[in-house]
Protein backbone atom coordinates (compact mmCIF):
# COMPACT_ATOMS: atom_id res chain seq x y z
CA UNK A 1 0.00 0.00 0.00
CA UNK A 2 3.08 2.39 0.64
CA UNK A 3 5.18 1.41 -2.13
CA UNK A 4 7.20 4.09 -3.80
CA UNK A 5 6.57 6.11 -0.65
CA UNK A 6 8.85 8.14 1.55
CA UNK A 7 7.54 8.33 5.17
CA UNK A 8 9.21 10.22 8.26
CA UNK A 9 7.98 8.64 11.63
CA UNK A 10 9.25 10.59 14.88
CA UNK A 11 9.56 8.80 18.17
CA UNK A 12 9.80 5.56 16.43
CA UNK A 13 12.02 3.24 18.52
CA UNK A 14 9.29 2.16 20.89
CA UNK A 15 5.51 1.34 21.41
CA UNK A 16 2.86 3.00 18.82
CA UNK A 17 6.01 4.43 16.69
CA UNK A 18 7.60 0.81 16.33
CA UNK A 19 3.96 -0.68 15.18
CA UNK A 20 3.93 1.79 12.40
CA UNK A 21 7.33 1.42 11.54
CA UNK A 22 6.60 -2.26 11.27
CA UNK A 23 3.51 -1.55 9.35
CA UNK A 24 4.72 0.62 7.16
CA UNK A 25 7.34 -1.39 6.27
CA UNK A 26 5.60 -4.33 5.23
CA UNK A 27 3.80 -2.68 2.90
CA UNK A 28 7.08 -1.00 1.31
CA UNK A 29 7.41 2.48 2.40
CA UNK A 30 10.87 3.75 2.55
CA UNK A 31 11.71 4.92 5.96
CA UNK A 32 13.11 7.60 8.45
CA UNK A 33 12.90 6.80 11.47
CA UNK A 34 13.50 9.66 14.84
CA UNK A 35 14.16 9.20 18.19
CA UNK A 36 16.50 9.47 20.61
CA UNK A 37 18.03 5.94 21.66
CA UNK A 38 20.24 3.46 19.77
CA UNK A 39 17.10 1.19 19.16
CA UNK A 40 16.10 3.23 16.50
CA UNK A 41 19.23 1.97 14.63
CA UNK A 42 18.75 -1.49 15.43
CA UNK A 43 14.89 -1.19 14.34
CA UNK A 44 15.50 0.51 10.81
CA UNK A 45 18.88 -2.74 10.70
CA UNK A 46 16.03 -5.29 11.46
CA UNK A 47 13.56 -3.68 8.92
CA UNK A 48 15.59 -3.13 6.42
CA UNK A 49 16.46 -6.76 6.79
CA UNK A 50 13.10 -8.41 7.51
CA UNK A 51 11.01 -6.81 4.84
CA UNK A 52 13.90 -5.13 2.32
CA UNK A 53 13.23 -2.08 1.99
CA UNK A 54 15.34 1.34 2.62
CA UNK A 55 15.52 2.65 6.37
CA UNK A 56 17.85 5.45 7.90
CA UNK A 57 17.83 5.89 11.52
CA UNK A 58 18.51 9.36 13.08
CA UNK A 59 18.95 9.87 16.49
CA UNK A 60 18.23 13.60 18.39
CA UNK A 61 15.64 15.35 20.38
CA UNK A 62 12.78 16.80 18.41
CA UNK A 63 13.09 19.89 20.25
CA UNK A 64 16.58 20.09 18.57
CA UNK A 65 15.61 22.64 15.85
CA UNK A 66 19.04 22.20 14.65
CA UNK A 67 18.86 17.99 14.33
CA UNK A 68 15.24 18.26 12.81
CA UNK A 69 16.56 20.31 9.85
CA UNK A 70 19.47 18.21 9.26
CA UNK A 71 17.51 15.08 9.41
CA UNK A 72 15.23 16.97 6.85
CA UNK A 73 17.66 17.94 4.54
CA UNK A 74 19.03 14.42 4.40
CA UNK A 75 15.92 13.20 3.74
CA UNK A 76 15.97 16.08 0.76
CA UNK A 77 19.42 15.03 -0.61
CA UNK A 78 18.02 11.58 -0.29
CA UNK A 79 14.90 11.45 -2.39
CA UNK A 80 14.12 14.71 -3.22
CA UNK A 81 10.62 14.72 -1.42
CA UNK A 82 9.03 13.73 1.49
CA UNK A 83 5.56 11.33 1.15
CA UNK A 84 4.53 11.00 4.67
CA UNK A 85 4.89 12.45 7.86
CA UNK A 86 3.80 10.85 11.45
CA UNK A 87 4.81 13.18 13.98
CA UNK A 88 4.02 10.76 16.80
CA UNK A 89 6.94 11.76 19.56
CA UNK A 90 5.34 13.15 22.63
CA UNK A 91 5.91 12.42 26.56
CA UNK A 92 3.14 12.62 29.44
CA UNK A 93 3.44 13.64 32.15
CA UNK A 94 0.74 12.97 35.19
CA UNK A 95 -0.19 15.25 37.39
CA UNK A 96 -3.53 17.14 39.19
CA UNK A 97 -3.93 20.88 39.00
CA UNK A 98 -2.12 22.81 41.59
CA UNK A 99 0.83 20.04 41.72
CA UNK A 100 2.06 20.31 37.98
CA UNK A 101 5.65 21.56 38.05
CA UNK A 102 6.08 24.17 35.54
CA UNK A 103 9.34 22.47 34.30
CA UNK A 104 6.98 19.07 33.19
CA UNK A 105 4.75 21.35 31.86
CA UNK A 106 7.16 23.09 29.47
CA UNK A 107 8.82 19.75 28.66
CA UNK A 108 5.75 18.06 28.38
CA UNK A 109 4.36 21.74 25.48
CA UNK A 110 7.78 21.53 24.27
CA UNK A 111 7.96 17.92 23.22
CA UNK A 112 4.28 17.30 22.25
CA UNK A 113 2.91 20.41 20.34
CA UNK A 114 6.34 23.27 19.81
CA UNK A 115 8.59 20.11 17.75
CA UNK A 116 5.35 18.77 15.78
CA UNK A 117 5.14 22.64 14.60
CA UNK A 118 8.45 22.98 13.50
CA UNK A 119 8.83 19.18 11.92
CA UNK A 120 5.54 20.16 10.35
CA UNK A 121 6.98 23.42 9.15
CA UNK A 122 10.09 22.15 7.29
CA UNK A 123 8.73 18.80 6.09
CA UNK A 124 5.88 20.06 4.32
CA UNK A 125 8.65 22.11 1.85
CA UNK A 126 9.97 18.60 0.64
CA UNK A 127 5.95 17.43 0.35
CA UNK A 128 4.60 17.50 -3.33
CA UNK A 129 0.51 16.74 -4.32
CA UNK A 130 -1.02 13.16 -2.20
CA UNK A 131 0.92 13.35 0.28
CA UNK A 132 0.01 13.43 4.16
CA UNK A 133 0.68 14.52 7.53
CA UNK A 134 -0.33 12.17 10.88
CA UNK A 135 -0.75 13.80 14.06
CA UNK A 136 -0.49 11.59 16.99
CA UNK A 137 -3.32 13.36 19.51
CA UNK A 138 -4.51 11.84 22.13
CA UNK A 139 -8.33 11.05 24.06
CA UNK A 140 -7.16 13.61 26.34
CA UNK A 141 -6.83 16.11 23.51
CA UNK A 142 -10.06 15.95 22.40
CA UNK A 143 -12.09 14.93 25.90
CA UNK A 144 -9.81 15.67 28.63
CA UNK A 145 -8.38 13.68 31.10
CA UNK A 146 -8.39 13.96 34.84
CA UNK A 147 -4.55 14.22 36.04
CA UNK A 148 -2.97 15.07 33.30
CA UNK A 149 -3.66 18.57 32.68
CA UNK A 150 -0.60 19.17 30.65
CA UNK A 151 -0.81 16.85 28.93
CA UNK A 152 -3.87 17.27 27.53
CA UNK A 153 -3.52 20.94 26.86
CA UNK A 154 -0.30 19.80 24.87
CA UNK A 155 -2.93 17.42 22.79
CA UNK A 156 -5.54 19.90 22.32
CA UNK A 157 -2.73 21.91 20.58
CA UNK A 158 -2.34 19.10 18.25
CA UNK A 159 -5.90 18.47 17.43
CA UNK A 160 -6.42 22.46 16.53
CA UNK A 161 -3.03 22.44 14.57
CA UNK A 162 -3.97 19.44 12.75
CA UNK A 163 -7.28 21.16 11.70
CA UNK A 164 -5.76 24.69 10.79
CA UNK A 165 -3.15 23.00 8.56
CA UNK A 166 -5.54 20.59 7.17
CA UNK A 167 -7.50 24.18 5.73
CA UNK A 168 -3.76 25.82 4.65
CA UNK A 169 -2.78 22.74 2.83
CA UNK A 170 -5.81 21.28 1.29
CA UNK A 171 -5.27 23.62 -1.77
CA UNK A 172 -1.86 22.06 -2.74
CA UNK A 173 -3.60 18.21 -1.66
CA UNK A 174 -1.63 17.46 1.02
CA UNK A 175 -3.98 16.16 3.44
CA UNK A 176 -3.60 16.37 7.47
CA UNK A 177 -5.38 14.34 9.69
CA UNK A 178 -4.25 13.45 13.34
CA UNK A 179 -5.37 9.57 15.41
CA UNK A 180 -6.77 9.90 18.84
CA UNK A 181 -5.70 7.31 20.91
CA UNK A 182 -7.47 6.22 23.99
CA UNK A 183 -5.38 4.02 26.30
CA UNK A 184 -2.97 2.33 24.71
CA UNK A 185 -0.51 -0.69 26.32
CA UNK A 186 3.04 1.35 25.93
CA UNK A 187 6.29 1.86 27.87
CA UNK A 188 4.57 5.12 28.54
CA UNK A 189 1.41 3.90 29.79
CA UNK A 190 2.91 1.28 31.57
CA UNK A 191 4.71 3.76 34.02
CA UNK A 192 1.30 4.79 35.42
CA UNK A 193 0.12 4.59 38.78
CA UNK A 194 -1.51 1.30 38.88
CA UNK A 195 -4.48 3.18 40.57
CA UNK A 196 -4.82 5.62 37.43
CA UNK A 197 -4.20 2.95 35.01
CA UNK A 198 -6.94 0.34 35.99
CA UNK A 199 -9.72 3.48 36.50
CA UNK A 200 -8.69 4.16 32.28
CA UNK A 201 -9.02 -0.27 31.57
CA UNK A 202 -12.16 0.06 33.19
CA UNK A 203 -13.90 3.19 31.38
CA UNK A 204 -12.87 1.41 27.90
CA UNK A 205 -16.38 -0.23 26.37
CA UNK A 206 -14.62 -3.07 24.52
CA UNK A 207 -12.71 -4.33 28.11
CA UNK A 208 -9.58 -3.99 26.72
CA UNK A 209 -6.93 -1.80 26.44
CA UNK A 210 -5.57 -1.20 23.40
CA UNK A 211 -2.14 -2.45 21.23
CA UNK A 212 -0.10 0.02 19.01
CA UNK A 213 -0.77 -2.52 16.20
CA UNK A 214 -4.20 -1.03 16.72
CA UNK A 215 -3.10 2.59 15.86
CA UNK A 216 -0.67 1.68 12.75
CA UNK A 217 -3.16 0.40 10.82
CA UNK A 218 -5.09 3.61 10.86
CA UNK A 219 -1.56 5.36 10.23
CA UNK A 220 -1.37 3.19 7.48
CA UNK A 221 -5.27 4.22 5.82
CA UNK A 222 -4.00 7.61 6.27
CA UNK A 223 -0.41 7.37 4.74
CA UNK A 224 -1.88 5.60 1.75
CA UNK A 225 -3.65 6.91 -1.57
CA UNK A 226 -6.85 4.92 0.14
CA UNK A 227 -7.77 8.40 2.44
CA UNK A 228 -7.16 10.59 -0.59
CA UNK A 229 -9.83 12.59 0.11
CA UNK A 230 -9.58 12.23 3.71
CA UNK A 231 -8.19 15.50 5.62
CA UNK A 232 -8.83 17.94 8.82
CA UNK A 233 -10.43 14.54 10.89
CA UNK A 234 -9.24 13.47 14.09
CA UNK A 235 -9.67 9.98 14.04
CA UNK A 236 -10.54 8.54 17.80
CA UNK A 237 -9.41 4.89 18.02
CA UNK A 238 -9.93 4.40 21.88
CA UNK A 239 -12.02 0.93 21.69
CA UNK A 240 -15.19 2.93 22.54
CA UNK A 241 -13.55 5.10 25.88
CA UNK A 242 -15.87 6.76 27.73
CA UNK A 243 -13.56 8.74 30.10
Not at 231 to 241: C, E, L, N, P, S
Request: aromatic content about 4%.
Amino acid sequence: MLKGKVALITGASRGIGRAIARTFAANHATLHLCARGEATTRLAEELALEFGIQATAHLGDVRDADFIKAMLLQCKRAHGRLDVVVNNAGIIQQGLLGMIPMDQARATIEVNIVALINITQIAVRLMGPNASIINLASIAGTRGMEGTAAYSASKGGVVAFTLACAKELAKKNIRVNAIAPGFIDTDMTRGLTPEWYQKRVDSIGMGRIGKPEDIAGTALFLASDLSSYVTGQIIGVDGGMVS
